[in-house]
């Protein structure tokens, strides 16, 4: 059972580096167009710091969130 555990750990990839290169680097506008296109509910007045990223199947951001730079949720 451990080692299935341990197994797990090291196929899955730890650090998003595609998403932290091509979404990250995005200002805050186009992220939020890129995440309602993936379907990930945003309200209003949101903002997405410089290389933070959301990943998630079913996603809520509520009103008057700020998302610091360098953040993975």
């Given at each position: ?8 750990l ?36 949101i903002?997405l ?25």
């Amino acid at each position: 059972m451990k080692s299935r555990n341990f197994n797990k750990l090291l196929t899955e990839e730890r650090l998003p580096l595609k998403q932290l290169i091509f979404v990250g680097i995005l200002p805050t506008i186009l992220k939020k167009l890129y995440y309602r296109f993936k379907g990930y509910k945003l309200g209003e007045n949101i903002e997405l710091g410089l290389f933070s990223i959301i990943i998630g199947e079913d996603v809520i951001v509520e009103d008057n969130v700020k998302i610091g730079h360098f953040t993975i949720i």
